[in-house]
């Protein structure tokens, strides 16, 4: 199931990244880790991931949620992720392409997210999880692209572990 | 012994004293379960609208207060399972529409006594600006009276905030917002403004106050006045529900110091506005 999803996303990602001239676009290889927890209930966080630029709108690059229910129901959580929820998500329609994807378990995660052409400037790649019955963290990596290249790492403490960013041409 | 007897009376005293002003700072408020949804068009808030000492906590007689709901589209809608308890009155708030949606409670009450064949009679209970007329019998001389308008709101957005609900009617003390107040987060400032019968009105005092006293043992208040424009601006450090009140009602006299000679009551202005609104902040 999760597999299933993950290959969609990826999928996707091939596509729009394939679409665009890749000298005019830059990829974000993103791990995730999501952390093990030994609690009564537990249920896969959602997760927001957006990039943040002074003076640009943010812009959403992957949303994990309960996809698969009827009638859009996973949506009517998105606001949980509040500070993606406010800063961009809010404006979306779900499912989104290229965005929306499954819940994931816990476990590290690679990702690769076609960013389009991001220009040298110092940008925010930011993580937020939210999970149901659990806590909500958000993690930052401040990162300075130059030449379409650019790394970051940062770790959350609860419902987030680390998170690693590298910006490839 | 003696001294202790002599503490528990001035106590006593005090306490004697302090029923009108108690009575007074009984605070009114609505409370929603939450204000941000995501805008699928079949979402359901309910809301508590009580009175209260302490925010928010449910300890006074509830009021059959009769709450009017602002559609994002500018039209009015209808709560729901509206019901009212001994302690609140409850309803819900079915959000088929995008965008804001405001709830208000809006109060008003007549205070005031008149003088019929020489005899000083009080205002009854319940007289309202519209009723006062046949309040007052015929032949009645020396009307002293006070206007009380109070308005209570919340609001709540289903995605994308909008503006339509915040279109001032003109009348009694009403907010306009800079910031959304369903886009408020911790430690960011937002800017209010406060129009009376329209205008922008200075010099008002504006009193902030986070839910939860009772377990958090401090009264965290935010005190502000509103500028030249009507507009105040303040920062909720912590996310959470707030209270916000502004109101024309003069400031309370400081209490005189033991001893002294207790000056009469000041007069009742002619007429009070009372603005009070719940605000959901979220963590940063």
Redesign the interface.
């Known amino acids: 199931m999760q597999i299933r999803h993950s290959l969609i996303l990826t999928g996707v990602a091939a596509v729009s990244a394939g679409a665009a001239s890749p000298a005019l676009a830059e990829t974000l290889d993103l791990t995730v880790t999501i952390p093990r927890m030994s609690v009564a209930e537990y249920h896969s966080p959602y997760v927001a991931i957006w990039l943040e630029k002074e003076g640009a709108a943010p812009r959403t690059l992957s949303v994990w949620y309960d996809i698969d229910k009827p009638k859009?129901g996973g949506?009517?959580?998105?606001?949980d992720i509040?500070?993606w929820?406010?800063a961009s998500g809010?404006?979306l329609q779900f499912p989104a392409d290229g965005i929306s994807g499954a819940t994931r378990a816990p476990g590290t995660h690679k990702l690769a997210l076609p960013a389009g052409k991001l220009g040298n400037g110092a940008y925010t790649l930011v993580v937020e999880a939210a999970r149901e019955s659990g806590g909500r963290e958000t993690v930052r990596l401040p990162v300075t692209v130059s030449g379409g290249k650019g790394s970051a790492k940062a770790a959350g403490t609860s419902e987030l572990g680390a998170v690693a960013l590298t910006v490839k041409p | 012994m003696n001294k202790i007897r002599t503490s528990l009376l001035v106590a006593a005293a005090a306490a004697t004293l302090a029923i009108p002003t108690l009575a007074s700072a009984a605070r009114m408020w609505m409370l929603p379960s939450e204000t941000?949804?995501?805008?699928?068009g079949d979402?359901w808030a309910t809301v508590d609208f009580a009175i209260s000492s302490d925010l928010f906590y449910f300890d006074h007689p509830a009021q059959p207060f009769e709450p009017v709901l602002f559609a994002p589209d500018g039209t009015q809608a209808e709560v729901e399972n509206k019901a009212k308890g001994r302690l609140r009155t409850t309803f819900d708030v079915h959000l088929t529409q995008k965008g804001t949606y405001k709830v208000a409670v809006l109060t008003n009450a007549v205070f005031g006594s008149y003088v019929l064949n020489g005899e000083e009679k009080r205002l009854p209970r319940g007289v309202t600006a519209e009723t006062l007329a046949q309040a007052i019998p015929a032949g009645a001389t020396d009307v002293k009276t006070s206007e009380m308008n109070g308005r209570v709101e919340t609001f709540l957005t289903a995605?994308?905030p909008t503006d339509t609900v915040f279109k001032p009617t003109g009348k009694g003390l009403e907010m306009v917002p800079i910031t959304h107040p369903n886009?408020l987060?911790s430690g960011e400032a937002a800017t209010f403004q406060f129009l009376l019968d329209g205008k922008p009105v200075a010099n008002l005092p504006v009193a902030v106050i986070a839910g939860g006293v009772r377990y958090s043992g401090a009264l965290k208040e935010i005190s502000a006045k509103t500028g030249a424009d009507g507009k105040v601006t303040f920062t909720l450090p912590d996310s959470g529900m707030y209270w916000l009140n502004v109101t024309t009602a003069p400031p309370r006299p400081a209490p005189a110091a033991e001893g002294a000679p207790k000056g009469p009551p000041p007069p009742r202005p002619a007429r009070i506005d009372n603005y009070v609104a719940t605000l959901e902040v979220?963590?940063?």
Do not use: I
Request: proline share 0%; aromatic share 12%.
């Open positions: 859009n949506t009517k959580w998105l606001r509040r500070l929820w406010r809010r404006t | 941000m949804f995501a805008g699928n979402e995605g994308v886009d987060v979220l963590g940063a």
